[in-house]
């Protein structure tokens, strides 16, 4: 079986994760990672909760650690980047993730989470959206592109994650041709930037299948896209969760492999 010994998308007590840097380290060590990177949540100035309070200090921190770990393990400073709070400190990063996290109101400037509860998201699409969702999920998926376009990242994190909340399509219906022709024309205009779309394995439990779902996936293939996969790991049982799933769900959707990062740049790996 093949196996990926590398993840990106992983988060600590800096931010929104329930373990330490360090922490996470060990678990990825145990893991038998060769390459392991942070990417904690950029300063959000309007959700501050959830997001690095101090990027100096983070940035620190993981290059102490780098030191440290030598010959053990290979350590990347990375940063998860909002669409709507971009970084002034590109340059002090191994890797960018560009996620979309919020919709915006710009009449009042309120934002709305697109991972909240299933409560914000009613709310998101009767106040902001009119109680049309069609427009709601339309609205986040040009996001998705614009994001990538403006602030080309490394990385496009979980991509419709807009499902996070669907189950059993309580919102929408992701097989809509109204629906699919959203998700498509984000993924060509994401595509054309060269961002490296993830497989985001956090979407199992959240919604019983992975970031993008399996339809988008075999899209991403037929439009030439490069998949990476990590687990968007908050706590250190979660390093390398449901990896031998995500291969699995790449191989049916027709590819032959899987990007992944090494000695701090994307390879491709054969199956």
């Known amino acids: 079986m093949t196996q990926i010994r590398a993840g990106l998308h992983n988060h600590t007590t800096m931010c929104d994760g329930k373990n330490s840097a360090r922490e ?6 145990a893991a038998g990672f060769t390459d392991f990177g942070f ?11 959830y997001s690095l309070k101090a990027e100096a200090g983070y940035i620190r921190e993981i290059r102490a650690l780098q030191k440290e770990y030598a010959g053990r393990i290979r350590l990347y400073c990375g940063l998860e980047q909002d669409y709507f709070a971009p970084t002034q400190r ?16 710009e009449a009042s400037g309120r934002y709305w ?5 299933p409560e914000t ?7 902001l959206f009119g109680g049309d969702a069609r427009k709601m999920v339309e609205a986040y998926y040009a996001l998705v592109a614009d994001n990538c376009e403006t602030y080309r990242p490394d990385i ?4 419709d994650v807009v499902g996070k909340n669907n189950r059993d399509m309580r919102f929408f219906d992701e097989n809509a041709a ?20 993830e497989l985001n394995t956090n979407g199992w439990p959240k919604r019983g299948m992975c970031y993008p779902a399996p339809r988008l996936l075999e899209y ?52």
């Open 121 to 127: 998201v009613a709310d998101c699409r009767d106040v």
């Open 113 to 117: 989470a697109v991972d909240g509860s």
């Open 39 to 49: 990417s904690g949540h950029g300063y959000t100035p309007f959700d501050i909760w």
């Open 220 to 271: 991403i293939r037929r439009a030439g896209g490069k998949m990476t996969i990590n687990a968007d790991a908050h706590r250190v049982e979660n390093v390398a969760l449901h990896f031998d799933w995500a291969v699995e769900a790449l191989k049916r959707a027709g590819f032959d492999g899987v990007w992944v990062w090494e000695n701090g740049r994307f390879v491709f790996q054969g199956w």
């Open 24 to 29: 996470m380290a060990e678990a990825a060590i």
């Open 178 to 197: 109204w629906y699919l022709d959203a998700a498509f024309a984000a993924i060509d205009r994401v595509c054309a930037t060269g961002a490296v779309i």
């Open 156 to 159: 496009a994190g979980h991509l």
């Open 90 to 105: 590109r340059e002090a990063y191994d890797y960018i993730i560009g996620s979309v996290h919020y919709w915006l109101d």
